[in-house]
């Protein structure tokens, strides 16, 4: 049969597709995906394709508008609105998308109506089983007992008390904080990168005394130094008694989580619906020098954002039947404005295992419709992909054909996963995500083009990238669907409005058409709690946030982020890094003189150059028996070895996390200096002289991490 088919190629597309159509698909299949088949899937492959294209030929996606012309742009300032603002230009932004939601208290009910009690929040006992589900109603009932048993334990239901919860994204993790929300209370996520001493920080800061945390081992980092405001700890999973009794003698009260539900069905408090001027959570960032920072956002900031990015989405936002799937922290703001997305439409979420090393096995059993994602998951799925076409010359030209094919698709606005080539040949990129996937949110740091198109090609599904910060609650700029131009973050949402700003001391200049980002809209933040100082900073006095990001806008009105105002980056993983924190603890290294650490947004790790101390690696060259200069010396894998081995050493001892680390390092005779070029006159390091210096080394090591 297959050779018949084969012999038919000739005699045009319609008999190739006549040949292999019905229940011969399975058998031709199975023909190809052998070595023995290889080559008659390049013959007929090509002539299959055009068919079966020919046959099934696709509509192509409309934009909602002009893709060369995506925003509005007004004033001497060159503000950019949203093309969907009718009156962004007055400073009258977006607030709410339905009338009957505008607080996250509604969000739930609103879910509830439109999916007449659908599944809504999903999660499994262990990889063998199967996914359960909670539905709305029943989950807006134990969220309202939950917060109705905090009330019984002495919490006062009004927008000053602030609730911590210390967990993994879990359904008791949104079961709390729609118990918080029922009764006008703020939660404020805790998350293991913060680290023992920031967490009680913000327990006393935030003078809460009650935290809700999901094992004992959480229990335990917050009891050995326990802040003295904390009177109360609920568990979500079963301690010990060792635990207990350490709570005990502490003076802190331990509940299960289980335990406030059943006092509050009992005790039957009723709910007290917040405002849309309400502070609904204060989201603490991570920091990379001093202490965390609380970003206070109310319920009005929230619903806007979401409200502005589904109608962002236009036809390809979330809906009663979509699954997704969620892994990316819930402490970070990307993943709830992602979840309060698909409640407000009835959709459902499942939860992972909690091991990111089985997230792929999750997905096959949740099977998802719609998932965030971050860049270094994307390139994990792409690095597998092309390292498995290295075994084969056939396999990669008909990967290569796939995509080609697909990719020609894209630019004419078409994006499907039903053409041929996704089923001879993408479908186990497809599938390894659960095979339903039909929207991807990317945020977090940038992605790279060729990943991007590759996965928008490969998964066959409307993949869009968004920039924000936590200050904005998160996106403020998408991409709009039928845009298939990688490597910009798409123009602004329309709950907002954005301008570039002067950067004189980076040369950057907001008439030539780069500039610091700079925010303003119903999505921006009310300050940093208890840190008016720092609002200021980051706060004019016209309302417009002041991201420290450089952009720049495209001629399309896309913004495009260039560069980082402080010498802040972030990695590939969303991790902030601040280099001169790392090189003041790495130049304690007796073998070190002088350091330079440097990382890009589109790597998930740091490397550094270092410039060693003369004396001390001869010294020791000298004991090992290692002859040669101080050049020699660099280039021998010893020394190297020392040197990393030292400096990792101190970084622990630091308390640097394992992504500030630097994963390898170039070793450089000559020091850097004011007459080099690479010092300032004060002597301070200049980072964009020394990035393009040693950009072949920075591009080597890398190079060889990959």
């Not at 007004?74 to 950019?80: A, D, N």
């Not at 640097?656 to 301070?684: C, M, R, W």
Request: hydrophobic residues 35%; aromatic residues 8%; proline residues 6%.
């Amino acid at each position: 049969m297959l050779l018949a088919a084969a012999s038919t190629v000739a005699a045009g597309p319609a008999v190739v597709l006549k040949k292999i159509k019905g229940p011969d698909v399975e058998q031709y299949l199975h023909y190809v995906s052998g070595a023995a088949g290889m080559l008659a899937m390049a013959g007929v492959g090509v002539a299959a394709a055009s068919a079966y294209y020919l046959a099934n030929r696709p509509i192509p996606t409309q934009p909602p508008f002009d893709l060369d012309n995506q925003t509005i742009v007004e004033g001497p300032e060159l503000i950019h609105y949203s093309r969907f603002a009718k009156d962004g230009k007055e400073m009258k932004f977006m607030r709410y998308l339905y009338e009957d939601t505008r607080t996250l208290y509604d969000v739930f009910r609103r879910g509830a109506r439109v999916s007449n009690n659908g599944p809504c929040l999903g999660w499994r006992e262990d990889p063998t089983k199967q996914y359960q589900w909670m539905r709305y109603e029943e989950t807006l009932l134990r969220a309202q007992n939950l917060g109705s048993g905090l009330v019984a334990l002495g919490l006062k239901p009004t927008p000053d008390t602030l609730v911590g919860v210390y967990g993994q994204n879990s359904p008791e993790w949104v079961l709390s904080e729609y118990a918080l929300y029922s009764y006008s209370m703020v939660i404020v996520p805790l998350y293991d990168t913060l680290g023992p001493e920031a967490c009680n920080y913000i327990i006393n800061q935030a003078e809460m005394s009650l935290v809700i945390c999901d094992n004992e081992d959480k229990c335990k980092s917050l009891l050995n130094n326990s802040p003295s405001c904390l009177k109360q700890l609920v568990h979500i999973k079963p301690i010990s008694k060792e635990t207990t009794e350490l709570a005990k003698r502490k003076g802190i009260n331990m509940l299960s989580f289980e335990y406030v539900e059943k006092l509050g069905a009992e005790k039957k408090n009723r709910p007290v619906p917040p405002q849309p001027e309400d502070l609904c959570t204060i989201c603490y960032t991570s920091g990379t020098t001093g202490n965390p920072k609380g970003v206070m956002l109310t319920h009005e900031n929230v619903v806007a954002d979401v409200s502005a990015t589904l109608l962002q989405l236009g036809d390809q936002k979330p809906n009663c039947s979509d699954v997704m799937m969620s892994f990316l922290p819930l402490a970070h703001m990307l993943e709830r404005i992602c979840q309060i997305a698909v409640y407000m439409q009835g959709g459902a979420i499942g939860f992972f295992g909690g091991d990111i090393r089985n997230l792929m096995d999750d997905m096959k059993a949740l099977r998802p419709t719609i998932t965030p994602a971050v860049p270094r998951l994307l390139n994990r799925i792409f690095d597998k992909v092309q390292s498995g076409l290295n075994s084969s010359s056939l396999k990669r030209f008909l990967f290569n054909a796939a995509l080609s094919s697909k990719e020609n698709e894209l630019r004419r606005g078409i994006i499907r996963n039903n053409t041929i080539w996704d089923k001879l040949v993408l479908g186990k990129v497809q599938d390894s995500m659960g095979g339903r996937i039909r929207l991807l949110v990317v945020g977090s740091a940038p992605l790279a083009g060729s990943v991007l198109t590759f996965m928008r090609c490969a998964l066959g599904c409307v993949i869009v990238e968004g920039y924000g910060q936590t200050e904005c609650v998160a996106p403020t700029t998408l991409t709009v669907q039928g845009d298939s131009t990688p490597e910009h973050v798409g123009p602004p949402i329309p709950c907002c409005a954005i301008k570039l700003v002067d950067v004189p001391d980076m040369n950057y200049y907001a008439a030539s058409g780069h500039g610091e980002i700079c925010i303003k809209g119903t999505n921006v933040f009310k300050g940093y709690f208890k840190e008016p100082e720092k609002t200021k900073e980051a706060l004019d006095e016209d309302g417009w946030l002041h991201t420290g990001d450089i952009g720049t806008f495209l001629p399309n009105g896309t913004l495009k982020i260039c560069d980082r105002k402080k010498n802040i980056f972030k990695l590939s993983q969303g991790e902030y890094i601040a280099p001169e924190k790392i090189e003041n603890i790495y130049i304690k290294s007796q073998y070190v003189a002088q350091v330079f650490v440097h990382g890009e947004s589109l790597k998930s790790c740091t490397v550094a150059v270092i410039v060693p101390d003369v004396e001390n690696v001869k010294f020791y060259a000298e004991e090992q028996g290692i002859p040669g200069t101080l050049s020699v010396l660099c280039n021998h894998p010893d020394i190297k070895q020392l040197i990393l081995k030292d400096i990792t050493d101190l970084g622990k001892k630091g308390g640097l996390k394992s992504f500030e680390q630097v994963k390898d390092i170039y070793l450089h005779p000559d020091a850097f200096s004011v007459q080099n070029g690479l010092l300032t006159p004060t002597l301070k390091s200049k980072r964009p002289e020394l990035r393009t210096y040693f950009k072949p080394q920075l591009e080597d090591m890398y190079m060889k991490l990959d």
